[in-house]
T-cell receptor, first 114, second 111 residues
Framework: GAGVSQSPSNKVTEKGKDVELRCDPISGHTALYWYRQRLGQGLEFLIYFQGNSAPDKSGLPSDRFSAERTGESVSTLTIQRTQQEDSAVYLC????????????FGSGTQLSVL | TQLLEQSPQFLSIQEGENLTVYCNSS?????LQWYRQEPGEGPVLLVT?????EVKKLKRLTFQFGDARKDSSLHITAAQPGDTGLYLCAGANTGGFKTIFGAGTRLFVKA
């Protein structure tokens, strides 16, 4: 695709439910990032995939959060047993994995946990 | 853990004024990037600085990377309402790959 695509754009869920967020990176991009952005805040690093290397999961806030990526394609971020504090915009970004390269961002998924 | 601190967190100025936003860390970064984010959108890259002491200009915006590659500044000359947005600095770790972000500076330029 022309850009990074995220779906859904908005998700409202009830506390305790599981949610899956999807990211379609730019075709050919080997690196993929997930970030969380709380209202009025900066970006909080969650997880980083680079090719076939083991992902860097150092930013995942709890074991309720997990992410998968098959090869160099789609990634899904799963949040189990959602809590109200999980409400935020979840942003996905991708690039070719070159040193100091810029990130191409999607428009994010706005998650609201009631 | 590498951290980036931005200041000020919020800035409201009149059109035509100048301003400077700062991004500081105790860690050395391979590069620093500045992004601008508008509501409902993902951040968009403004510039990447790689060499210590480097200065880059983008029209009315001037970016500087500290000599020790631990800090950066963004200076806007004669701000315009179209400059309104969230300005984020981002640092790549010494490998140059994993990127972390500061908390951002929210700029509002009044006409």
């Amino acid at each position: 695709g022309a850009g990074v695509s995220q779906s859904p754009s908005n998700k409202v869920t009830e506390k305790g439910k599981d949610v899956e967020l999807r990211c379609d990176p730019i075709s050919g991009h080997t690196a993929l990032y997930w970030y969380r952005q709380r209202l009025g805040q900066g970006l909080e690093f969650l997880i980083y995939f680079q090719g076939n290397s083991a992902p860097d999961k150092s930013g995942l806030p709890s074991d309720r959060f997990s992410a998968e990526r098959t090869g160099e394609s789609v990634s899904t971020l799963t949040i189990q047993r959602t809590q109200q504090e999980d409400s935020a915009v979840y942003l996905c970004a991708s690039n070719w994995g070159q040193r100091n390269e810029k990130l191409f961002f999607g428009s994010g998924t706005q998650l609201s946990v009631l | 853990t590498q951290l980036l601190e931005q200041s000020p967190q919020f800035l409201s100025i009149q059109e035509g004024e100048n301003l400077t936003v700062y991004c500081n860390s105790s860690s050395v970064f391979s590069s620093l990037q500045w992004y601008r984010q508008e509501p409902g959108e993902g951040p968009v890259l403004l510039v990447t600085v790689v060499t210590g002491g480097e200065v880059k200009k983008l029209k009315r915006l001037t970016f500087q990377f500290g000599d020790a590659r631990k800090d950066s500044s963004l200076h806007i000359t004669a701000a315009q309402p179209g400059d309104t947005g969230l300005y984020l600095c981002a640092g790549a770790n010494t490998g140059g790959f994993k990127t972390i972000f500061g908390a951002g500076t929210r700029l509002f330029v009044k006409a």
